[in-house]
């Protein structure tokens, strides 16, 4: 029987999970409550030789941890990437080659995805990803089902080759250094996690879409087509292209029917008519292809009266939200240039949809059409200037407003986020100050405004990797790791050590497929070392089946938020992440602990 202290501190363990597995309460909440059992049951019942001040630093010593400051410090670092646009070239790549062929496409989305989540954690890669993806299954007529889940796990696959992809691998290296283990580099076990995903990937790309439903999400209907305009300046590539080079820059989403030069307004011009500086293009489409055409062609997705009041490219945050029209709205009856919406709020029409007909490019300049009840105007602006607009004018701002990346930033981003990673890979700096300084320097550019910093940050996640501390730390101090390690050690003593790392990895993806994957791992490192040094051979293998196992969260919906939010988005139910995820999760551990045996030599 385990001592007391190492009894209860199992049982908290347990109790734990099967809350966790319950899915009743919210995650922080059950996190702060296990922070408080910890804290009051060290201070009236202390460890022999420990203080009460010791129990305390083991409860909340998780809140000042360096996994937590790194975190935290790369979430910020990630929301940088996103709101600067850093990653969207890479996001239009993924466009155009699911137009040329949906196979050719899934294949380049999964390898992208999972390219980018190597150094960026992988939830902000799905949000970027998610809308990319549901807009070309879309205009392909591929089944969304078959699409998102392909790509979201290969987001995790590749988010767990590098210690800055998931928090996940950051906790289980911070535990590993905490238990006397040399400090894992970034790229240390990259050769293992790829080779793994080079097995998975036709699995991914050819068997896992055959394993899905076919249907299309709901958010894939069809969108509003907006009339706009593009501003051509002597910065624009299409300066000096004519219209047939222009059609093809801007490809298959938005449709430009007319240029307006000075003020001679010019329908369907003739494909060889050459475009000059100052011409105004008017285009229509959806919101996204707006956006698609405006970054193609490098243009201001604005009238030239506009810009003039207002430059959307300013440092603040910008948005871009649908407005409509109410009866009692002031601006019924105006036109978008007599409203002087720019000048009086300092936002940018952008679009123009009028729900009971449409245009028919029989007008071309939507700043001259008067406004009427109903109709819907797509502007950019800052929240808070939608808000006065709200307010003032009497229209509704929809709900899913979009925000606009602050593209002039985005070469510091990108250089901010290099120089994180390759201090770190290069262990010039511990990744927790690489981290920090990467953060300081996106504030300090203006690529990720202070205010701002809360979007960022995921309280769930920081919470969760706090307990998660407590409790691994509870566990190793209470001898319990130790006890547990032990019984495991006698349990696998008559089987080679290959197969006592393919049975702790197997438990830890058992674990984090039900619960949390950073409790898991909190709870399976210590674990995974003390079997280590009962079966006598080198802790490092162990740890990172541990941190594998962790990292396999495939075949539950609720075992990672990416599942989550693919969800709803592909119309999944929990069969089907069982159906198609459990043959990967198998195959993954199967191939990771042949892979980690033959480098370790065990």
């Known amino acids: 029987m385990p001592p007391p202290h190492a009894a209860a501190a199992l049982l908290l363990t347990i109790v734990t999970f099967i809350l966790f597995a319950q899915g009743r309460l919210r995650v922080e909440v059950i996190c702060l409550v296990v922070i408080g059992v910890i804290a009051l049951g060290f201070y009236f019942f202390p460890l022999d030789g420990a203080n009460t001040h010791t129990g305390m630093e083991i409860a909340f010593g998780g809140f000042g941890h360096e996994a937590v400051i790194t975190i935290c410090s790369l979430m910020i ?61 879309s205009r392909t007529n591929y089944p969304a089902s078959r699409a998102l889940m392909p790509v979201n796990f290969a987001i995790l696959i590749g988010g767990m080759a590098t210690t800055i992809g998931t928090s996940t691998n950051l906790l289980v290296v911070s535990l590993a250094s905490e238990l006397g283990m040399k400090h894992f580099g970034v790229f240390d076990f990259a050769d293992v996690a790829l080779a793994a995903g080079a097995v998975a ?18 958010a894939t209907e069809f969108p509003r087509k907006f009339s706009g305009s593009l501003y051509v300046d002597t910065s624009s590539v299409v300066a000096g292209m004519t219209m047939q080079e ?44 707006l956006r698609d055409a405006a970054a193609r062609t490098k243009t201001a997705l604005a009238n030239r009266f506009a810009l003039r009041a207002v430059r959307p490219d300013s440092g603040d945050d910008q948005i871009i939200a649908e407005v409509v029209i109410g009866a009692d709205s002031s601006l019924v009856g105006q036109t978008i240039r007599s409203a002087q919406i720019a000048e009086k709020y300092g936002a940018v029409v952008i679009g123009l949809y009028r729900p009971d007909r449409t245009f028919h490019h029989g007008v071309l300049d939507t700043a001259d059409e008067r406004l009427e009840v109903g109709d819907v105007l797509l502007i950019q602006g800052p929240p808070e200037r939608l808000k006065t607009l709200q307010l003032t004018a009497g229209a509704m701002v929809l709900e899913g407003a979009s925000e606009m990346p602050r593209n002039a930033l985005a070469p510091a981003a990108l250089l901010i986020a290099g120089a994180v990673v390759a201090t770190a890979a290069l262990r010039i700096v511990p990744i927790a100050v690489a981290s920090l300084a990467g953060t ?13 910093i809360g979007r960022a940050l995921s309280s769930q996640v920081i919470v969760l990797v706090a307990a998660s501390i407590a409790l ?24 080679p050590p290959a197969v006592a790392l393919a049975a702790i990895m197997s438990f830890a993806a058992l674990i984090t497929n039900f619960s949390s994957n950073t409790a898991a791992a909190a709870v399976g490192a210590p674990i995974a070392v003390s079997v280590a040094h009962q079966l006598g051979v080198p802790p490092e293998p162990m740890v990172l089946a541990v941190l594998f196992g962790c990292n396999l969260c495939y075949a539950t919906p609720v075992a990672y938020q990416t599942n989550i939010l693919i969800m709803s988005a592909g119309g999944y139910q929990f069969r089907d992440f069982v159906r198609a995820g459990l043959p990967l999760v198998i195959l993954m551990v199967i191939t990771l602990s042949l892979l980690l045996v033959g480098k370790y030599g065990l």
Not at 209 to 217: C, D, G, V, W
Not at 251 to 257: P, S
Not at 440 to 452: E, K, N, S, Y
Request: hydrophobic letters at 50%; one cysteine or more.
């Open 77 to 137: 670092i990630g929301r940088g990437l996103v709101s600067t646009g850093a990653l969207e070239p890479a996001s239009r790549l993924m466009v155009s080659l699911w137009s040329r062929s949906t196979l050719l496409g899934l294949l380049c989305s999964i390898l992208i995805g999972a390219a980018m989540s190597m150094v960026v954690n992988d939830t902000p890669v799905l949000v970027l990803t998610l809308p990319i993806l549901l807009n070309v299954t």
């Open 201 to 218: 990937l036709p699995y991914l790309w050819l068997v896992m879409p055959r394993l899905l439903p076919a249907h299309s999400s709901v």
């Open 246 to 289: 222009l059609r093809t820059r801007i490809g298959d989403g938005a449709e430009a029917f007319g240029v307006t030069r000075g003020y001679a307004r010019i329908r369907r011009p003739d494909p060889t008519f050459t475009l000059q500086p100052s011409d105004v293009i008017h285009i229509e489409g959806s919101a996204n292809d």
């Open 440 to 452: 300081i320097a996106m504030i300090v550019t203006g690529c990720v405004r202070f205010d701002r």
């Open 472 to 495: 691994g730390r509870t566990l190793l101090d209470t001898g319990a790791a130790a006890w547990l390690g032990g019984g495991l050690s006698a349990l696998l003593q008559p089987f």
